[in-house]
């Protein structure tokens, strides 16, 4: 008897034995079944992702923005909370104020990310950067790429690597193309302006004393727009990884002839504020809001640079873009490249600055 429950217990960790490897085997097999490819991001990173992602956790705004344009937006399963502000985004995922928040801050909610069951993370390269946060992405061994960009190239790059995660290659190709058009457009009229018929103009990022610098992507569109940025002029500029500011006393220095603000709110802070009402530009009342759509058109991580750098340039030089209906070209805009067709009022808020971004 003793020899029979021996035999029998030694049978069933046999089946036990045979049915674990029989599972890892199974488990390794669904794994490597898994289509993968391999691109190459922004870092020039060599990375292995799934061919046809699905489930995709944005933890850099901008990659969502991308997303939309490319027809993927229905993909995004995680995001940074900023995109939940973004009114156009809310018109191509309705449901966006319920999607996932996985980053906030600097730092990957992991729990919260793999609570979303993601197969890819787009991020850009300051997280990239902090060791401990990729930690978290790869003993989770969670995929990741990195799309960003600090001027014009590199937002063509981005724009070009987020197309082959996507395969939307063609799709990438054909929007870089456009805007290299749009660039193109404005470079043949304003290039032969003199210096003397440049207005001299002030750039505010998103706040009022932060600005541009010399060769970053905001200081490329204001150069496109054939404007003096009297930011790249010289003057005292305090910057870091993240921001270009300056002072008011500064400010006061170069005393520009305009200015023009990603912020409705920095726009009205400057054109109300008494220690601003000496300079020109606001006694003139001469302090205009850029636009904002999917993104804010002259903030440094937007993806419609040359939006931007044609609405400076008609604002500025009227007269050389007479033929240009700037309605009507917005409206072509976001019904090409985002499938949104748009009103008039809509489009009027776009123009305006206000409104197509909600407060926090």
Not at 156 to 166: E, Y
Not at 271 to 293: F, H, M, N, R, Y
Not at 321 to 350: E, G, H, M, P, R
Request: hydrophobic fraction near 40%.
């Amino acid at each position: 008897m003793r020899k029979k429950t021996s035999f029998l217990i030694s049978c069933l960790l046999m089946m036990g034995l045979i049915l674990t490897i029989s599972s890892g085997c199974q488990t390794q097999s669904q794994t490597a079944a898994v289509p993968t490819k391999i691109i190459v991001d922004c870092l020039d990173r060599e990375v292995v992702i799934p061919a046809d992602p699905q489930r995709v956790a944005c933890l850099y705004a901008s990659t969502a923005h991308i997303m939309a344009m490319l027809g993927q937006e229905d993909k995004i399963i995680g995001i940074p909370n900023g995109i939940k502000r973004d009114v156009l985004m809310s018109y191509k995922r309705p449901d966006i104020a319920s999607v996932s928040v996985p980053f906030n801050d600097g730092a990957i909610n992991i729990e919260e990310l793999l609570a979303t069951n993601t197969d890819l993370v787009l991020l850009r390269q300051s997280t990239a950067d902090n060791t401990g946060e990729i930690e978290k992405l790869d003993k989770a061994g969670i995929p990741w790429v990195v799309i960003d960009y600090a001027s014009l190239a590199g937002l063509q790059k981005a724009i070009t690597v987020t197309g082959q995660v996507f395969n939307q290659e063609q799709r990438a190709a054909d929007y870089n193309a456009a805007a290299e058009q749009t660039l193109a457009l404005i470079s043949q009229r304003v290039t032969s302006l003199p210096d003397s018929a440049r207005p001299r103009v002030y750039h505010a990022v998103n706040e009022a004393a932060r600005t541009d610098l010399a060769g970053d992507l905001c200081s490329q569109i204001t150069d496109a727009a054939g404007i003096i940025n009297v930011s790249t002029q010289g003057g005292s500029l305090i910057t870091d990884s993240e921001k270009t500011m300056t002072t008011l006393e500064q400010i006061y220095s170069w005393n520009p002839d305009a200015i023009i603000a990603n912020d409705i709110n920095a726009s009205k802070y400057m054109l109300t504020d008494p220690k601003w009402s000496g300079l020109k530009a606001v006694t003139e009342q001469q302090v205009i809001t850029l636009p904002v759509g999917v993104t804010r058109w002259g903030h440094p991580g937007s993806m419609e640079s040359h939006m931007a750098a044609l609405f400076i340039a008609t604002t500025f030089y009227p007269e050389l873009f007479a033929d240009v209906d700037l309605t009507q070209t917005v409206k072509d805009y976001y019904q090409q490249w985002f499938n949104l067709t748009l009103s008039d009022a809509d489009v009027a808020a776009i123009l305006s600055g206000e409104g197509m971004r909600l407060a926090k």
